[in-house]
């Protein structure tokens, strides 16, 4: 049985995260306050942008873009159910008609993912296009910089959330024991 | 140390508090930094709200979901909504300051007030509910 379950010799049970109801809830004020780093740091470009900018590039809609997609991606990663994914498809007894249901939380979830990656891959886009290319120097690539800063920040703080979330599932499990 | 005092100090923390945030605005002429206070007024809020719903909720015939002890979604949501409020109100000053529309000084006190204000409202919220648990206990 255990043989059967594990590809590696290092199994996950090892790895397992500390129990505990104030870790779970100081993780999920972590992830609101990374969040609010993130948000911030592009408020604060757009506002450098707009008052003591010297130079003639401004933050328009293009640079609020992979915001936008990373906001997205972390509220439809974080607010699907994931007890819906672990389902086994084959387990019949327990799954009897959820399959398609686990399904489709998978793509929805892949979706949220996508969206994620796709927004800390825009801000390095925006970053490289919009001011490496063109040879700007400090306060000006900053604008650029805090663009990565944000979506870095969010994608730490879905992260976190996430761990938190599962931190809080394994505390149940062992009451329910 | 009895209520009366406790209810005396912490008003003259808040006291001190706005007045810092206040005298940031004042001493340097722009009003700016006054939205911090929304913000850490704003701050406790969330939990408080999760809170009474939690305790509004009949748990006696929820038992389907068998995670009893879990905190629900909305608990979760208005904690992290919470730890947002908080650092905007730091960050709020810091990105004023960043862009020159206010000065270092004005900065400096904001952040300080803002927290002032923050900790004393979590700490009178904390005795409040403190001396709930001491009527529980003595009185069922």
Redesign the interface.
């Known amino acids: 049985m255990e043989h059967s379950n594990h590809l590696f010799r290092f199994n996950a049970s090892m790895f397992k995260l500390p129990k505990s109801?104030k870790l779970?809830?100081f993780g999920?004020?972590?992830?609101?306050?990374l969040?609010?780093?993130g948000?911030?740091s592009i408020?604060?470009a757009a506002?450098?942008s707009?008052?003591?900018n010297a130079s003639d590039v401004h933050v328009t809609f293009v640079d609020w873009i992979p915001f936008i997609c990373s906001s997205l991606g972390m509220l439809i990663v974080n607010s699907i159910e994931k007890s819906n994914l672990f389902v086994d498809s084959n387990n019949s007894f327990l799954s009897s008609g959820s399959g398609t249901n686990a399904w489709a939380a998978r793509v929805i979830l892949f979706c949220g993912f996508s969206l994620l990656a796709g927004g800390l891959a825009g801000s390095f886009m925006v970053l490289i296009l919009k001011f490496l290319l063109k040879h700007y120097t400090f306060p000006t690539l900053g604008m650029g910089v805090s663009n990565i800063i944000c979506n870095g920040c969010i994608m730490l703080s879905c992260v976190v959330?996430w761990l938190s979330?599962n931190i809080?599932?394994e505390?149940?499990y062992s009451?329910?024991l | 140390m009895n209520p009366l005092n406790k209810i005396i100090f912490l008003s003259a923390f808040l006291a001190s508090g706005f007045l810092l945030i206040l005298l940031s605005c004042a001493l340097y002429d722009s009003y700016k930094t006054l939205w911090v206070i929304l913000i850490f007024l704003l701050a406790p809020l969330p939990n408080i709200v999760a809170s009474s719903i939690d305790a509004s909720r009949d748990n006696f015939l929820t038992f389907n979901n068998n995670d009893g002890n879990a905190p629900s979604p909305v608990q979760e949501f208005c904690k992290s909504l919470t730890g947002f409020f908080i650092v905007s109100g730091i960050s709020l000053p810091l990105t004023f300051y960043h862009s020159r529309l206010i000065e270092l000084g004005a900065m400096v006190m904001s952040i300080t007030g803002g927290l002032i204000v923050y900790v004393d409202i979590v700490v009178f919220i904390w005795f409040f509910s403190e001396d709930e648990d001491e009527n529980d206990d003595f009185n069922f």
């Open positions: 109801a779970r809830s999920v004020y972590l992830s609101g306050a969040y609010a780093i948000f911030w408020v604060d506002i450098f707009k008052t003591v959330l979330q809080e599932d505390y149940s009451l329910a």
